[in-house]
């Protein structure tokens, strides 16, 4: 099983919002490409929760109390400098493209759960009449495969619910996995060998 497929530049995306539903104002968007064998800029991005409601984008309730419980410093995040959703979303195009340019191929976008972090962006760029930088059909569910191999020990962020700190620690846990089923794969086939 080759969970990294050579032929696409892998980068992992993140986003904090103020809901779980496919249309959720988002506050922060991060993404870190990994699995190169060079190293490409990270992109973390705190968004105006008004430019997003302009947008109608949407908050629940629930969300909000969830993230009132969080720690002082997690919170702090909302007083950050921030910048619109639109902009937000073309430094995002911006830096696909980057990526795609120096890598010299097309980017494989992974989320946290198929129908969260890529999902939410892509009804982001639809609202704004932005095409997304990525093509649906290289969209990849990190929770998917993490769920799958659970005897790989997940990689804590630096810090949490940071958008760009989630996403480098998934793309390394990611890669954990990767390195854990290419072992495997090779064991299995040493094996077989013998018989």
């Not at 969970?3 to 506050?27: C, G, R, Y």
Request: with cysteine; charged share 20%.
């Amino acid at each position: 099983m080759i969970i990294l497929q050579p032929e696409f530049v892998h980068a992992m995306l993140d986003l904090e919002t103020l809901s779980t539903k496919a249309n959720a104002v988002i506050s922060q968007i991060g993404a870190c490409v990994f699995n190169e064998d060079i190293e490409y800029p990270t992109l973390h991005k705190h968004i105006s929760i008004s430019s997003c409601l302009h947008k109608g984008l949407v908050v629940e309730e629930a969300t909000i109390l969830w993230w009132m419980k969080q720690s002082d410093e997690v919170r702090a995040a909302f007083q950050k400098s921030s910048i619109g959703i639109k902009g937000a979303l073309i430094a995002f195009q911006d830096w696909c493209r980057i990526v795609e340019q120096e890598a010299g191929k097309p980017i494989a976008l992974w989320g946290n759960g198929a129908s969260f972090d890529n999902a939410i962006l892509s009804t982001a760029y639809a609202r704004c009449h932005y095409r997304q930088p990525w093509q649906f059909w290289n969209d990849k569910c990190y929770r998917t495969v993490k769920n799958q191999f659970p005897e790989v020990p997940k990689v804590v962020p630096e810090i949490a619910h940071n958008a760009l700190s989630d996403a480098e620690a998934q793309a390394e846990h990611l890669v954990n996995i990767a390195n854990y089923v290419s072992v495997d794969t090779e064991q299995q086939a040493a094996d077989a060998e013998h018989f």
